[in-house]
Nanobody
Framework: QVQLVESGGGLVQAGGSLRVSCAAS????????IGWFRQAPGKERESVAA????????YYADSVKGRFTISRDNAKNTVYLQMNNLKPEDTAVYSC????????????????????WGQGTQVTVSS
């Protein structure tokens, strides 16, 4: 049974930093593309970042480029999202998702690409 568990969310002031983690089990982690998505109240879910499985290629939404960094530790079956210079508009539930096999850059940023999802962790940025 595949499980993705997010952690590390919380409340932070604007300009601050947080690191959220996605721990996976029940799959051959190193063969999966992992994406981070977020959804704010009343808004649609949007892609934040993604990381490939074989090349460690990383992809970011324009809104977070230069502020967020995605990384993975296959030995720990974990993907991280380091979020710096946070803004109030970054407030949302952040969820990770896993997709098997190689994906194009467009596929990696599309929610429909992913097979498994975590429950999410709340990130709140105060002004």
């Amino acid at each position: 049974q595949v499980q993705l568990v997010e952690s590390g969310g919380g409340l932070v002031q604007a300009g601050g930093s947080l690191r959220v983690s996605c721990a996976a089990s029940g799959l051959i982690f190193s063969t999966y593309t992992i994406g981070w998505f977020r959804q704010a109240p009343g808004k649609e879910r949007e892609s934040v970042a993604a990381i490939g499985w074989s090349t460690y290629s990383t992809y970011y939404a324009d809104s977070v480029k230069g502020r967020f960094t995605i990384s993975r530790d296959n030995a720990k079956n974990t993907v991280y999202l380091q979020m710096n210079n946070l803004k109030p508009e970054d407030t949302a539930v952040y969820s990770c998702a896993a997709a098997t096999g190689p994906k194009s850059s467009r596929e990696r940023l599309s929610a429909s690409t992913y097979d498994y999802w975590g429950q999410g962790t709340q990130v709140t940025v105060s002004s």
